[in-house]
């Protein structure tokens, strides 16, 4: 009786940990949208975060899509933001945010020495495929959806 109760014991302790890391990797909390269906959401933008000096995001796209490289522009977010990487490089997510154009504004953590176009963010989606930073392979997490081990603010 008493091996059968450790054994037991022994089990919990490795299948709840496991337990605990499939319900923050594998269950939905936010799906992806695909570029191609940015046309079905009016008044969007798409943006990035960004790690240089400025508000934090930069516009890369609209309802119509991507836009050219050199017409990227840093923009002050408010609102219902989307959640926030604390990484650079390929593991930057894109999001498809509805918004309000609140018009230009400074960025009250720079100052008044530039004006940025202000969008207040009533909706935020994660733009397929969903990049992550992790230790394990690309393949081991779901590319269409962001779940809760995902930083969702």
Not at 103 to 109: N, S
Request: with cysteine; net charge negative; glycine share 8%.
């Amino acid at each position: 009786m008493r091996k059968r109760t450790k054994m037991f014991i022994a089990i919990g302790i490795v299948l709840i940990p496991v337990a605990i890391f499939v319900i923050r990797t594998r269950i939905p909390v936010k799906y992806a949208i695909k570029i191609e269906d940015a046309g079905q959401y009016p008044n969007c933008i798409i943006v990035r975060e960004t790690w240089h000096t400025g508000t934090g995001w930069e516009q890369i796209g609209d309802e119509q899509g991507y836009l050219a490289s050199d017409k990227t522009n840093d923009v002050y977010l408010v609102g219902n933001l989307p959640p926030s990487a604390s990484i650079g490089g390929e593991h930057v997510n894109s999001y498809l945010c509805e918004v309000v154009n609140l018009g230009q504004a400074a960025f009250p953590a720079i100052g008044d020495a530039e004006l940025f176009d202000k969008y207040e963010v009533l909706e935020w989606h994660p733009i397929y495929p969903v990049k992550r930073d992790t230790l394990l392979p690309s393949w081991f997490y779901p590319q269409d959806y962001l779940s809760k081990g995902d930083k969702i603010q």
